[in-house]
């Protein structure tokens, strides 16, 4: 490029040499070797084709050492982060022999291993994929819109199967079926090319070749062969074939752009392709050349794959072996080319085949999808083509029939370039490296390197206009022996033949890069070329490269005899050795490996590697942004070359410090524009911090060291002096200014510009752009020092340009820093290029925000895309807000704006632009929420918004604190951390977290601690949310009673006294019959348990579920001795227990909540040892079902159980797999189920002993299974089933009634709430068949039903031919509620209603009585009324006239009636009654419902001990009483009631009598439904849910712990189903602790009742959400918050199942309602809110009443304390304290900051030392947002809105700004501002204020003031009509005039 002279004195320095060695490698040494664990599992895979495996597996270890040094390979690429910030790190891949090793690390951070993974088989080859999985399967084609899930992967290959392991833990293996040569990762998945030897002959034409290339796009789908698409080939049309060339090498794949470079080893020329998804079309052309296989047309055999790989219907091939692949078929296909060889027999030929087959690994080719490519040899012989016509075709008929489905390509590779052919193009020029690289002007180019030439060729290529392909250049070769992209900062290094390392930028040469550390190549090298070869050029030698190919082929590449210069150590080495004269240096660089970012490894000629880094372009902001903006501005050639010279500059050996990193910014820019900067006083100061740039061409001589008087002039004239005297600093240390003398040499004689430098004719276009990065860092207020160094440059250019407008603008901003004596310089402007985009007229943001505020006009404002990003969003938001244009940000091209690109650049709109466009689905209704939402999506978050200027930031602090008054719910998480809602971001964050990671378990966690549980014995309730229920029930300890009366783990109390004259023996067995008596109760507990404790707890994976003992021994006062049941004394019943334990079991299962992570594993792990333990894990796998945790439970496992034939165990595990697959008719589930229902299996089956239990819990299952789907063949059986007669030989004579009652049950839920829609059951007539079941009859034949045997009749059971009504009336009753569920269904309902007359009542059971009528209510269920007179509606007359009233004495004699039928039929129907009300009411807490059962609770408990009692009997008033409680408990589920649990409480102490197990049972259910979950769940009123409740309330209870006679004791768990958590818990987002909240629930309006609003103090438990309108928390105390349910109830849903945590923020000065119930201490804040006088008086300690910002606090501490002599900061502390205040109060502490920024700044103006007028700006921008149209607007739709900032501050800062103008321009202002308005320079010391009048009244310049032709007016209405077109506000107006006017005189009008 350059003489050499110059080259040496431009080096690059590169950072610091580390030795580099693969991290891998250590560890490897270290890893437990991959041998032992081959030996330790004996896979089949690593069993070779032997059939010992042992011989096999020691072939394979003998490979495996021999080989197992030399293998060694590693590849890095830049760390990827998980969530995807910017991460700098390397990741290794490393591969030796057996083992893959991913390991990650930098040089700051440590290195560590990631994973590693050992496979059966050397390795061939390594890398990272990652595979998309569409997510809509059906859509093939490339949409790039659907949303894909991207696996990333790491794949193995190995000799026959490559794994694949993808980063979510998933592993897959796929089967090769041919030997891959290479595996390339692309966009779309893996690309493998097949391994043939080069010297294959190209087969006679009527045999086609096999694909040579294949695609599999995720591992479990097929390889699919390639598809290639040639431009016009030599048959002149563009084809689309299979890839089948085999002298097509792939060099080189990319993912982005999706590009192949393959090699042509005949043609030896490379080509590039582009890959892609194949269309349609494409694939129906293959696929149907394939068809015509049979023409000998050399076209379509040559082009496609025809039926061979078609893959066989059935699987093998009818010869061939299933072992064979491609390469055999390749091998015999060389030996087949004579035709002689047809006579061969195909045995022969198959073991030719295998004998030459490549693979050592053959067996593992038994895989299914293998077949497809695997052909019998038979069909391999040339007359193949002709087969269908060839009479001699004989088994390879059968091989081709038509069915057979070919595969279909996916993936196409489409012809884009070819390099050109050359005349001394040599053999072996293989690419050896190929990369894509980026020059410094973002162009692209492809480099391949080709060794054979020592050239690195680069092809330039770009994107189509319309994106749709790539155009490629033209070819540039440039001397290289290895070549590395540096990525990083766009570059690409490369080594020259002497050893040099040079860098290029594209082709652009950058320069030498100098390694410290390493010595220079020496310089007698200087020829870029070795020397003219030796013949050793040509031929390889033996000694070194030849034994590297015959040895392991690296990197599993296997080599054709044209050498594939693949790896590091190159084919020329010796060359270079023996013409290098540096031989002797020792060290050289000879290959460069690994590059990443900007990091590349060197490898060293004695076999050391070391790693650099190049470094970077700039590292400080501002030069980095004006570098991005001169390369925007500029042509890409010169913008090259400009970069290239200030990199050479920046990066000398020894370069810059960062400070000084601007000052050689400027030197080398202006250097480069023409200017000489060495006579230019200012920039010759620039201070270097003594490394002079190589720019600055002469050195200086070294000063001396003691130093002269230059020195100190030196600094005077420095600019940090400058900035130092202008600082704010300086004026208020009082600091006098030192006179600078003149400088000594007259340098004032004027400098022109050399106009033949580089950038000389760019100067106005470098100019505008450096003003527009001026005018974006004005933006952000962090970048002052950048502004201020700017602008120095600036006004020099401006000077230089002749530019008034610019020199006046600059002046105005900054006047301390444009002093008006500076050097000028000439520029001759007729060379100049003045670009279009040039303004006369400086573009300024604030003054554009300015004129939009007032509502004048605006221009588009001036933006460079991706460089003026603030800018850009400054603009559009004020458009938005305040224009009010909602189409500002809508559209990518706005008005607003217009873009500024290099003159010869195609408008390009530019990607990023599209993420902007304004695409949100929530609701949007104002425009404050359009511009938050806009701004989130753009990027735009807090910190950047605390970055801009306040004036600038105004407008959308003012937007942000509109949307924190009224946000919307389903806001996305960023807008409410924008807003400052930390409540709504908290809860958006945990609405993302995966349903997994259940986040509640931290907030809302009980922390007990440890030492309690151990001394409490574990009663299974330790693991309740105390903080919650504390909450919840604040006034009384009800939660720790409850605990008390359901805890059954520790020994009751038995109390007997000893009367005297029982002896000791009977005293003993009375004790223990009181103990038989109380353990009654203690049996029943643990369902109550179950539902109090349901869904508390989160299990730990590694432990096993605890289960507390059920205790059922007692201790005896007063010495507390132990009695025990089983002392032998008195008879116990067998098995008492064993169906307490079962429920034991699921109460603890019941706590698991559904959220938790436990897997098959732990399910299995928790099997008990013990065999007494069985029932409870059958309870336990009950529960489990119920809370879906089941379905994880392997299949295996499943039928594991069952087989074990435990009775218990089946029975829990068939409901549980039930009810955990509910309404899914899931298959396996009911092939499962039908084995335990002989109805369900086909009449000829063997018969099954399947106990009668296990058969009724299989029925319910049914039931559950199909719940809702009305399916025809199961409602058929079942309604058979209700019938069943008992059979011949006692089978179904027990329990009969409980089968019955569950195929009824199992009906209902079938066709759940159908009704008469049960579509095509009518001829099954339903519900007749339930009325004969329900009323009785003679028995209907149903024919085809009923198996044989069951023609003759029970020998023991006489029924006869009609109905059991005692059997069957249940089921029916309930099926026909069911099925009529909430229908209003009135002939149905008149079939239930209540006999009314005695002969009719006397043939119903009093029993069925109450089913009857529940069954009616359920179905007239919206007549239910909550008032006694409906329930006494219920009841027939004449029971009504004839009964007993409840309380009366003495009874009423009557001959004619039986008064016990009437009065047992009238309790029983009111029962029904109020059980329906239980129904529907469940969970709704409905106050009338609970006063009403709660007055006929008390009146049956009255009855109970009334003398009458006798008449209707104590059992039937027990089972009353206990449905009852059972009602109340659902209406009142979850709340925790306290009167009902004092029922509850009064039932559990009554043991004695008649209370036996089953009421026991039904008051604790009713306990537990009070509790439900803790006070976290209620019931639900959904036909499913009544479903599960009618199972599980059934009101018939057991009446000892065995029975099971009329209900299964197991279905009383299934209300589980019917409970849906409802509790809402506020959780205080500062404190992280659950509080109360006033929340405002609004019901829809129904048919009962209009549209309401409640008030309701959460937590508390919503009503059900489908009545619901909407939910908001309600201030004052709390941020308001509005949950809308009209829009969906999903988002509420998802926040209750997430354990209900809604997060609220307390307002400023509010309490929470635990520390302040009333309100009362919040009456501070009253009066501060309500600004009263007092306000001063306030004690900063108070504002933590008023926030939890420690920032805040700070601020009170520091600012707001008076400490003692003050003296005048007094009042700065007032103010600062009543500011204070104004913000917390307001509730906008982020406004803090401005007020004191404004009030800050006008006291600098009074004192006369605002050097900058930066912030006079801002106020001014304040002043005209309050002011703007749109703001006055807003406040009179909204008045009561907190005003945003207080009213009284800014009219005293305006008055105060106005008065210290006012008086300066009396105190001799005006003179000054005479002298500018006239163009005279005005004196020194009035500069700054000058400046800011000038801002402040928006004065035009000078040189606007004289093309308005203002002086000749001679008064003031003359100047007010010419003022007009400047927009300058009167009041500016009326303090010129007497300036303009010259007579004062003349101001009067």
């Given at each position: 490029?350059?003489d ?19 991290r ?7 890893h437990p ?7 330790r ?23 495996v050492?021999?080989?197992?040094r ?18 700098d ?12 090793i ?7 951070h440590?290195?560590?291993?990631y ?7 050397p ?5 990272w994929?990652?595979?998309t999985i569409p997510?809509?399967?059906s859509?093939k084609?490339?949409?790039?819109g ?6 990333k ?26 030997q891959?040569?290479n ?14 030897s ?23 789908d ?21 890839v089948a ?13 999706s590009?192949v470079?393959t ?5 030896s ?7 892609r998804?194949v ?5 129906n ?7 015509q ?8 055999t ?9 893959s ?5 091939s ?13 091998s015999?296909s060389?030996?087949v ?13 198959n ?12 067996g593992?080719?038994s ?6 490519f ?14 269908t016509h060839s009479?001699?075709?004989?088994s390879?008929d ?8 070919p ?10 370039w070819?390099e ?16 894509i690289?980026?020059d410094?002007?973002g162009?692209?180019f ?9 050239q690195l ?13 790539l ?11 290895d ?12 080594l020259?033949g ?11 040469r950058?320069?030498?890069?100098f ?6 190549p ?5 020829t870029?070329?070795?020397?003219p ?10 000694s ?30 010796s060359?270079y050795?023996?013409?290098c ?11 460069l ?21 190049i ?5 400080s902001?501002l ?7 001169v390369?925007?501005i500029?042509?890409k050639e010169?913008a090259?070359q ?19 990193e ?15 900067t060495e006579?230019?006083s200012?920039?010759?100061?620039l ?9 600055i ?15 100190w002039?030196?600094?005077l004239?420095s ?24 400088p ?5 004689q004027?400098l ?15 100019f505008f752009?450096l ?26 250019l401006?000077?230089d ?6 020199i006046?603008?600059y002046?105005?901003d ?6 008006t004596?500076r050097?000028?310089?000439v ?19 604030f003054?554009?925000l300015?004129?939009?505020l ?5 221009q588009?404002?001036?933006y460079?895309?991706?460089i003026?990003?603030?800018s850009?969003l ?14 500002a ?5 706005s008005h607003?704006?217009?873009k ?6 195609k ?16 609701s949007?209704?104002?425009?404050a929420e ?7 999506n ?12 306040f ?13 924190r008054?009224?946000p ?6 960023a807008v409410?951390?924008l807003?400052?809602?930390?409540d ?22 009980s922390?007990?601690?440890s ?28 939660v ?5 009366l ?6 009751v ?12 023996h009977e005293y003993?067995?009375?004790?223990e019959n ?17 539902m ?14 605890p ?5 059922l ?7 507390n001795t132990?009695?025990d ?10 098995n008492?227990a064993?169906?307490?334990?079962f ?10 909540a559904p959220?938790?992570?436990?897997d ?9 040892k ?10 336990f796998?009950?529960a ?7 379905t994880?439970l392997?299949t295996?496992n499943?039928?594991d159980?069952l ?8 029975i829990?595990l068939?409901?549980?797999v039930?009810?955990?697959k509910?309404?899914t ?43 809702g789907?009305?399916h025809r063949?199961?409602?058929e059986?079942?309604l058979?089933e209700?019938?069943?007669?008992p059979?011949?030989?006692m089978?179904?004579c027990?329990?009969?009634e ?10 209902g ?8 829609n049960?579509?095509?059951m009518?001829?099954?007539?339903v ?5 004969q079941?329900?009323?009785?009859g ?17 020998y023991q059971i ?5 109905i ?41 059971k009093p029993e ?17 009324w ?20 409840l309380?009366?004495?003495e009874?009423?004699?009557?001959e ?5 039928t009437?009065?047992?039929a ?18 709704s807490e ?9 007055k006929y609770?008390t ?8 003398p ?22 659902m209406?009142m589920a979850?709340?925790?009631n306290?009167?009902v649990?004092q ?9 004695g009598g ?25 019931l ?6 009544i479903a ?23 279905l ?10 409802r509790?809402l ?9 659950p ?7 609004t019901?829809?309006?129904?048919q ?12 508390t ?7 619901l ?12 918050l ?19 945590v ?6 400023a000065?509010q ?25 001063r008086?306030?004690?900063p300690e108070?504002?933590s009443a ?12 520091y600012f ?11 009042e ?15 509730e906008n502490?982020?406004m ?9 700044a ?5 004192r ?27 406040m ?11 009213s ?13 103008l ?5 105190a ?9 308005l ?6 020194e ?11 402040y009244?928006s ?28 927009n300058?506000?009167?009041?500016a ?14 101001m009067?009008?």
């Open positions: 490029m350059s050499h002279s110059d080259e040496r004195a431009t080096m690059i320095a590169a950072g610091d040499l580390q030795e580099f060695a693969p891998g490698r250590e560890h490897c040494r270290r070797s991959a041998l032992t664990l081959q030996l599992r004996l896979q089949p895979a690593s069993e070779l084709c032997s059939s010992d495996g042992a011989a096999g597996l020691v072939g394979c270890l003998r490979e050492t021999i080989h197992e030399q293998r060694e390979s590693w590849q890095l690429r830049k760390g990827v982060s998980d969530v995807g910030e910017a991460v790190f390397d990741e290794e891949l490393y591969v030796a022999s057996n083992m893959v991913w390991s990650k690390g930098s040089k700051n440590a290195s560590a291993v994973k590693a993974f050992t496979v059966d088989s390795v061939l080859q390594a890398l994929c990652d595979f997510q809509d399967k859509e084609a490339d949409v790039s659907s949303d894909e899930i991207v696996e992967c790491i794949c193995i290959l190995q000799n026959s199967c490559i794994n694949v392991h993808s980063i979510e833990g998933k592993d897959y293996i796929a089967a090769l079926p041919f891959v040569a595996v390339w990762p692309t966009k779309y998945g893996l690309l493998f090319e097949r391994t043939s080069s010297h294959e002959v190209p087969p006679s034409p009527p045999r086609e070749p096999l694909p040579t290339m294949f695609s599999m796009l995720h591992p479990l097929e390889i699919t062969p390639l598809v290639c698409k040639s431009g016009a080939g030599v048959f002149g049309s563009a084809r689309v074939q299979y060339d085999y002298t097509l090498r792939i060099v080189f794949l990319n993912a982005e752009p590009i470079m090699y042509d080893t005949v043609q020329l490379h080509t590039v392709w582009a890959l998804r269309k349609p079309e494409e694939q052309m293959v696929l149907k050349f394939s068809e296989m049979g023409t000998p047309q050399p076209m379509a040559s082009s496609s794959l025809t039926a061979h790989l078609r066989l219907s059935k699987g093998d009818p010869v061939g072996s299933p072992f064979q692949n491609y390469s055999s078929i390749h015999q060389r030996s080319s004579s035709p002689s060889m047809q006579s061969r027999s195909p045995s022969i030929s073991m030719a085949a295998l004998s030459r087959s490549y693979s050592p690994a053959l593992v080719h895989f299914s999808g293998v077949q497809r695997n052909f019998s040899s038979s069909t391999q012989s040339p007359k193949r083509h002709s087969i009479p001699n075709s004989t390879s059968s091989f081709l029939i038509p069915e057979t489905e595969i279909v390509p996916e993936l196409c590779i489409d012809h884009l070819t050109t052919v050359t005349n001394m193009r040599e053999k072996n020029s293989q690419a050896s490296k190929v990369f690289t980026t410094l002007c162009q692209k492809l480099c391949f390197l080709v060794e054979s030439q020592l060729r680069c092809v330039k290529f770009q994107e189509s206009n319309d994106k749709s392909q155009i490629f250049g033209s070819v540039t070769s440039i001397q290289a022996k070549a590395a992209p540096v990525q990083g900062i766009d570059m690409l290094l490369v020259e002497s050893g040099n390392l040079v860098l290029y930028s594209g082709v652009v950058v320069g030498k890069v390694i410290p550390g390493l010595p220079a020496s310089l007698t090298m200087s870029q070329m070795p020397r070869s030796t013949p050793l050029d040509s031929v390889s030698t033996p070194k490269p030849l034994n590297k190919h015959l040895g392991p082929l690296e990197e599993g590449v296997l080599l054709s005899p044209v050498p594939e210069l693949r790896d590091s150590s190159k084919l020329h080495e060359t050795v023996e013409d004269t540096f031989q002797q240096l020792g060290t050289f660089i000879h290959a490996r690994d590059p990443v970012h900007n990091r590349v490894t060197l490898e060293l000629s004695n076999n050391t590697m070391v790693r650099i880094t470094p970077e372009i700039a590292t902001e030069v980095k942004r004006c570098l991005q903006g390369k925007a500029l042509p010169i090259v400009m970069l290239v010279k200030w990199y050479n500059a920046y990066n000398a050996p020894g370069g810059p410090s960062y400070h000084s601007w000052n050689l910014f400027v030197t080398c820019l202006m250097n480069m524009m023409g200017y000489n006579r230019l200012w920039t010759r100061n201070d270097f911090e003594g490394s002079l740039s190589p720019v061409a002469p050195k200086k001589a070294r000063p001396s060291e003691t130093g002269s008087d230059e020195d002039e030196y600094l004239s600019d940090y002096h400058r900035n130092v005297e202008s600082h704010p600093v300086a004026k208020a240390l009082r600091l006098d200014p030192l006179e600078v003398l003149a000594k040499d007259d340098f004032l004027s022109s510009l050399d106009s033949s430098t580089l950038l000389f004719t760019h100067i106005p276009a470098i752009v003003h527009l990065i001026y005018e974006e860092l004005k933006l952000n207020s962090l970048m002052g020092e950048g502004i201020r160094s700017l602008v120095v440059l600036l006004v020099q401006a000077r340009l002749k530019l008034e407008a610019y006046d603008y002046y105005r900054y006047p301390a820093l444009v002093k004596s050097q000028a310089c520029i001759d402007q007729g060379f100049m290029h003045h670009p279009s985009f040039f303004s006369a007229e400086p573009p300024s943001i003054q554009w300015s004129s939009c007032k509502g004048g006009g605006v588009p404002y001036p460079l895309p991706g003026c990003e603030r850009k400054v603009v559009l938001s004020v458009a938005l807000y305040v224009l009010g244009d909602e189409s940000v809508s559209n990518e091209a607003y704006l217009y500024i690109t290099s003159g010869q650049r408008q390009q709109i530019e990607q990023d632009d599209s993420r902007c466009s304004f695409r949100h689905n929530t949007v209704s104002s425009l359009k511009l938050v939402i806009w701004m989130t753009v990027g735009f978050t807090l910190r950047d918004l605390e970055s801009l200027p004036g600038v930031a105004l407008p959308i602090r003012d937007a942000i604190y509109y949307c008054e009224q919307a719910s389903d806001w996305p998480e409410c951390l807003i400052g809602r930390q709504l971001s908290k809860q958006a964050c945990e609405g993302n977290l995966q349903k997994g990671k259940s986040s509640v378990g931290p907030v809302l966690s922390d007990i601690p030492g309690t549980e151990s001394e409490e014995d574990e009663d299974g309730m330790n693991d309740m949310n105390e903080e919650v229920m504390s909450l919840i029930w604040s006034e009384d300890l009800r720790q009673e409850v605990r008390r359901l805890q059954s783990a520790s020994p109390r038995v109390n007997v006294v000893q009367m005297p004259e029982a002896s000791d003993i067995e009375e004790k009181r103990l038989l008596q109380l353990c009654q109760r203690t049996m029943a507990l643990p369902v109550g348990r179950g109090f404790t349901l869904f508390s707890y989160h299990p730990i994976p590694t432990e096993q579920l289960i507390p003992k059920l205790n021994t007692g201790r005896a006062p007063p010495r132990t009695v049941l089983n002392s032998g004394n008195i008879d116990v019943p067998p008492m064993c169906w307490a334990s429920h034991n079991g699921v109460a603890a299962g019941l706590k698991i959220a938790s992570q436990i098959s594993a732990w399910i299995v792990y928790n099997k008990p013990i065999a007494e333990l069985a029932n409870e894990y059958a309870g796998l009950m489990l079902g119920l809370n879906g945790h089941l994880k392997a295996l499943i039928h159980y087989t074990k034939g435990h009775e218990m165990t089946s829990g068939l409901l549980g039930s009810a955990a509910l309404g008719m899931d298959m396996a589930i009911t092939r499962l189920l039908s084995i335990h229902i002989p109805a369900l299996l086909p009449p000829t089956s063997t018969e099954l002993d399947v106990p009668h239990n296990v058969q009724v819990a299989a029925v319910i299952g049914i039931g559950l299974v199909y719940q789907t009305a063949h199961t409602a059986v079942l058979a209700i019938g069943r007669p059979g011949p030989e089978e179904y027990t329990d009969r409980s089968y019955s009652l569950a195929s009824g049950l199992a009906l839920m079938v066709c759940l709430g159908h009704g008469s049960l579509i095509g009518s001829d099954l007539n519900p007749e068949q339930l009325y079941y329900m009323v009785g003679h028995r209907r034949f149903q024919a085809g039903m009923h198996r044989e045997k069951h023609k003759s009749p029970s006489k029924e006869g031919d009609t059991n009504v005692d059997v069957t009336c249940p089921g029916a009753t309930l099926a026909l509620a069911m099925i009529y569920l909430k229908t209003n269904n009135r002939s149905i309902a008149d079939w239930l209603q209540a006999p009314d007359t005695m002969y009719l009542l006397d043939f119903v069925f009585l109450l089913l009857r009528t529940l069954a009616r209510c359920l179905i007239l269920w919206d007549d239910i909550p008032d006694s007179k409906w329930v006494n509606s219920n009841v027939p007359q004449i029971i009504r006239e004839n009964s007993i009233s309380h009366a004495t009874l009423p004699s009557s004619d009636l039986s008064l016990e009437l009065a047992q009238h309790v029983y129907i009111i029962a029904g009654a109020c059980l329906s009300l239980g129904f529907r009411f469940a969970g409905n106050l009338a419902a609970f006063k009403c059962l709660y609770a009146d049956f408990l009255k009855c109970l001990s009334a009458t009692a006798s008449i209707t009997g104590h059992y039937n008033l027990e089972t009353c009483l206990s449905v009852l409680l059972l009602s109340l408990a209406v979850g709340s925790g306290l009167k649990l029922l509850c409480r009064f039932m559990h102490k009554k043991t008649e209370m036996n197990y089953g009421f026991h049972l039904a008051h604790h259910m009713a306990l537990g439904l009070l509790f439900l979950g803790g006070g976290r769940y209620s639900s009123t959904s036909n499913s849910s599960a409740l009618l199972c599980a309330l059934y009101p018939h209870f057991p009446v000892h712990s065995t029975d099971n006679r009329y209900h299964l004791q197991a009383r768990h299934l209300y589980v189903l019917a409970a849906e958590p509790l818990t506020p959780v205080d987002v500062d404190s992280n602790t509080c109360y909240a006033l929340i405002e629930v019901y829809k309006g129904t009962w009742y209009a549209e309401t609003t409640e008030e309701l103090m959460a937590p438990l919503l009503p059900e959400l489908h009545l309108k909407q939910i908001r928390v309600k201030g004052p105390r709390y941020w308001e509005l949950i809308d349910l009209s829009k969906g109830t999903n988002h509420l849903k998802s926040i209750l199942s997430k354990g209900g809604l997060y609220v923020k307390l307002r000065g309490l929470s309602y635990k520390e302040d119930p009333m309100g009362w201490r919040s009456l501070l804040a009253q009066t501060v809110t309500h600004r009263n006088s007092e306000a008086a306030f004690k108070a504002i008023f926030t939890s910002d420690p920032a805040l606090f700070s601020f009170a501490d707001c304390k008076p400490t003692v002599n003050m003296g005048q900061k007094q700065i502390l007032d103010l600062f304290s009543s500011i204070l205040y104004e913000c917390v109060t307001q502490p982020e803090l900051p401005t007020y004191i920024a404004i009030d800050q006008v006291r600098r103006l009074e006369r030392e605002m050097s900058e007028t930066f912030e006079l700006w801002q106020i001014k921008l304040v002043l005209e947002f309050f002011s703007s149209r749109s703001h006055q607007e807003r009179s739709r909204n008045p009561n809105r907190g005003l945003f900032m207080n009284e501050f800014l009219p005293v800062m305006k008055c105060t700004i106005d008065n210290t006012d008086q300066w321009l009396q001799g202002g005006d003179v000054s501002l005479h002298s500018y006239s163009g005279q320079p005005t004196e010391s009035q500069l700054s204020m000058l400046a800011c009048f000038l801002i009244h004065v035009p310049t000078p040189g606007q003031l004289a093309a308005g032709g203002l002086e000749g007016s001679t008064n003031f209405s003359e100047l007010l009509s010419k003022f007009k077109q400047l300058m506000p009167v009041r107006l009326l303090r010129l005039a007497p300036l303009l006017l010259r007579n004062p005189q003349s009067v009008l």
